[in-house]
């Protein structure tokens, strides 16, 4: 569901002092929440119209640095502004944060006031507009997954200035914790405050678990409509981050940070239904219970699986995670209940039936990730795509079939060529993501690793 919390609850909590701040937040090009922090009674009296932000911030890379090349932005025009349009059916309190709203925005152009098209939330909302013209409401739901740390944040920070690299990393557990209910006892001074955070501030958790491996934790949120899914999402890491730092831990959602351990994933769970709340994926005569629009939406999914990688898959690093025997697919096909293929359908027999993606990682922009499997998936419907047969058994020792690509440099090249996503989201909106993913690699092509350094500094 949406916001939790009116205008005139707002200023109601305001007048009784149990709010005083407004946090004002736009989603930037890696998903993370970027805006002010308002006194709450000048938000009620006129800050809540819009305000302003530099437009670097849909053209920076995770350390926050001034990109060049790009076409949108840069020191060649200034830097100007953007506008934050508030989304009032955004806002609610935050649990976790004493006195403390907030509201998602809309990133406009400073001049016209339309929506900048780079920005994240503006592709996801035209592929919803899209699929809602076509007679669908597309449905999502993601599965996020994290590992949580003994240390600090301050304390990781301290080795890094001493020793010039992270170490010592703690896992809040000594041991694979999936399902398991002793281990996530001790974590529940974390995760029952995360849980309770997230549902008072209006995001419907339906639960946390121990994940596959040491430390590893996965939260669950209900199903819901596509924009209001990767609100939860982008709400849902802020607030497990912050959350985590309070109680002197800390979290990464890193698709792999230790080659040893399970990487994080965020499936996407995906079907669409009627504008009149019918499942349009259901079809009961079907052996499978899947309808044709099923079929055709996931063979759409699977023709551009390649092409939209690099949506799922945003850095160098995420592509580590896709391994043989740790649960992260390598091959883009699908099976029926299958946890070793790329896309696999749940809820065979049921109106539930969908299609899940296990190709994302848990550092997907949840945005962009969900745009571009609905545009492959209404190209599917708009192209009558037939649907390949179904693969089975273990996705990790078949050989020739769709491969998921193997590393960014690879996938940026097929994001580039897409004649797909240029006709759904603009050739400028491709050409803005392929540069980011572009610089992304140039950056890690740049840095000597601790790896090269212990295997060559004596040996080479």
């Known amino acids: 569901m949406p916001g939790n919390m009116t205008f005139d609850e707002l200023t109601a909590a305001v007048a009784r002092g149990d709010i005083d701040t407004v946090l004002v937040a736009a989603i930037d090009m890696q998903g993370r929440l970027m805006g002010k922090r308002f006194h709450a009674q000048y938000f009620i009296d006129g800050g809540h119209v819009e305000t302003h932000c530099c437009n670097y911030l849909l053209a920076i890379d995770m350390e926050m640095t001034t990109v060049p090349g790009y076409k949108s932005t840069g020191w060649q025009t200034g830097y100007g502004d953007y506008v934050m349009k508030p989304d009032m059916a955004t806002l609610r309190p935050l649990p976790w944060l004493p006195g403390t709203a907030l509201v998602l925005c809309d990133l406009l152009d400073h001049h016209t006031h339309e929506e900048v098209q780079y920005s994240p939330r503006a592709i996801l909302k035209k592929q ?9 409401a597309p449905m999502m ?78 939260i669950n949120v209900k199903y819901s409509e596509a924009l209001d899914t990767a609100d939860n999402h982008s709400i849902t890491k802020q607030a497990v981050k912050e959350i985590a730092w309070s109680k002197g831990r800390s979290v990464t959602f890193m698709a792999k940070y230790d080659h040893r351990r399970a990487g994080s994933s965020s499936h996407v769970h995906q079907s669409l239904w009627t504008l009149d709340g019918q499942p349009a994926f259901r079809d009961e005569a079907d052996a499978h219970g899947m309808s044709a629009v099923m079929k055709q939406f996931l063979a759409g999914q699977l023709a551009h699986a390649e092409e939209i990688a690099a949506f799922l898959a945003p850095n160098v690093n995420s592509y580590k995670r896709f391994c043989t025997g ?86 940026a090249a097929l994001l580039h060529g897409s004649a797909m996503l240029r006709a759904a989201f603009g050739d400028d909106v491709v050409d803005h993501y392929h540069h980011a993913a572009q610089w992304e690699i140039s950056e890690t092509d740049r840095v000597v690793t601790d790896f090269e350094l212990q295997r060559l500094l004596e040996r080479a």
Request: hydrophobic share 40%.
């Open 141 to 218: 739901a993601t599965e996020l997954e994290f590992y949580l740390f003994e240390n600090s944040l301050e304390s990781l920070r301290d080795g890094l200035r001493q020793h010039g690299q992270i170490r010592d990393l703690v896992p809040v557990s000594a041991y694979n914790e999936d399902y398991h209910l002793f281990q996530t006892t001790k974590e529940e001074v974390v995760m029952r405050a995360v849980r309770n955070g997230l549902y008072g501030a209006g995001v419907p958790v339906e639960c946390s678990k121990g994940e596959a491996d040491a430390g590893q934790e996965e």
């Open 326 to 411: 740790m649960f992260a697919p390598t091959k883009a096909v699908w099976s029926r209940d299958n946890r070793t293929a790329g896309f696999r359908v749940c809820g065979e027999g049921t109106k539930g039936v969908r299609v899940e993606c296990r190709i994302g990682g848990a550092d997907l922009n949840p945005y962009l990730a969900m745009a571009a499997l609905l545009a492959a998936g209404l190209a599917g419907i708009e192209g009558q795509m037939t649907l390949e047969p179904e693969m089975q058994g273990d996705m990790y020792q078949a050989t020739g079939i769709r491969e998921i690509p193997k590393t960014l440099r690879e996938a």
């Open 128 to 136: 919803v507009a899209r699929a809602r013209a076509m007679g669908f």
